[in-house]
């Protein structure tokens, strides 16, 4: 069994999202029947899964979903299976899925998750295969699903570290990765302050998205600043601006925690009497 660490907000429920988009009526009632026969035949999931792309559309719904993922999610949701027999079914449809139906399956999963109660926790366990199988050999655009709130709060912590680093390595902005606020630790800011110096030796500009995660952290920043220092004489360009970015991260955190106890300070000043 894996540890749960706290569960970052699930993706808006796909039904009301679906719900307030402009889908065509011939959608919504092929989507409403598919869904109705998913919860009465669960195995019909395997035909009409591929085909809601087809017949709901591809556009962009909010910033978690797309048409097809909303309605291949209302799919998922459908099912009345539990379980092991849930997992199974579950791992069908990655396994068998190209990415954009991968990608609706990871970004299911907290949902899935958040209904599931079998004891012996098989779902959570068979889905985190999956995440594990897409964070080996996905494209950037389902890591960056596998990443989302269900890997946040099941994936083990050094797999967690790794999977961050390979977003960086891969241009995947970090914004992106779910739990990040909650899992970030001295460890990962250590890993990343390592991938830093690298990228600073190879004459190759630091990702800005690695300096909040290792300034969190003052000794890990203040000693990849001076091992930047170092390599000043031989990549001065890449070491000044890697050092005037923490410095200037460094500033602004200082400012921002400056206006925060300012205004906590001013929220606790008794009023004055009129």
Request: charged residues 25%.
């Amino acid at each position: 069994m894996t540890s749960v660490h706290n569960l970052p907000p699930a993706p808006a429920d796909p039904r009301a999202v679906l719900d307030s988009a402009a889908l065509p009526e011939p959608a919504r009632v092929w989507l409403r029947e598919a869904a109705a026969s998913v919860a009465v035949r669960p195995n019909a999931i395997r035909v009409l899964f591929p085909a809601a792309r087809r017949r709901c559309g591809q556009q962009p719904l909010d910033a978690q979903w797309s048409v097809d993922e909303a309605a291949r999610a209302v799919l998922l949701i459908s099912l009345p299976q539990r379980g092991q027999d849930l997992a199974d079914q579950v791992a069908v449809l990655f396994r068998h899925g190209d990415p954009a139906e991968q990608r609706a399956v990871l970004k299911t999963l907290p949902l899935l998750d958040d209904r599931e109660a079998a004891p012996d926790g098989a779902f959570g366990e068979m889905a985190l295969t999956l995440v594990r199988e897409a964070l080996r050999g996905a494209g950037a655009d389902v890591l960056e699903a596998a990443l989302g709130p269900y890997a946040a709060a099941r994936l083990p912590d050094p797999e967690y570290r790794r999977a961050v680093l390979g977003c960086v390595l891969g241009g995947i902005p970090l914004d992106r990765v779910a739990g990040l606020d909650t899992r970030a630790d001295r460890e990962l800011a250590r890993m990343l302050a390592d991938l830093a110096h690298d990228r600073i030796a190879a004459a190759q500009d630091v990702p800005a998205c690695v300096w909040p995660l290792v300034r969190a952290f003052p000794d890990v920043a203040d000693l990849l600043a001076a091992r930047a220092r170092v390599l000043a004489s031989t990549v001065p360009d890449t070491a000044a601006r890697a050092l005037a970015a923490a410095e200037e991260l460094a500033a602004a955190q200082e400012l921002a925690a400056a206006q925060e106890l300012a205004t906590a300070d001013g929220l606790a000043a008794p009023r004055e009497e009129a």
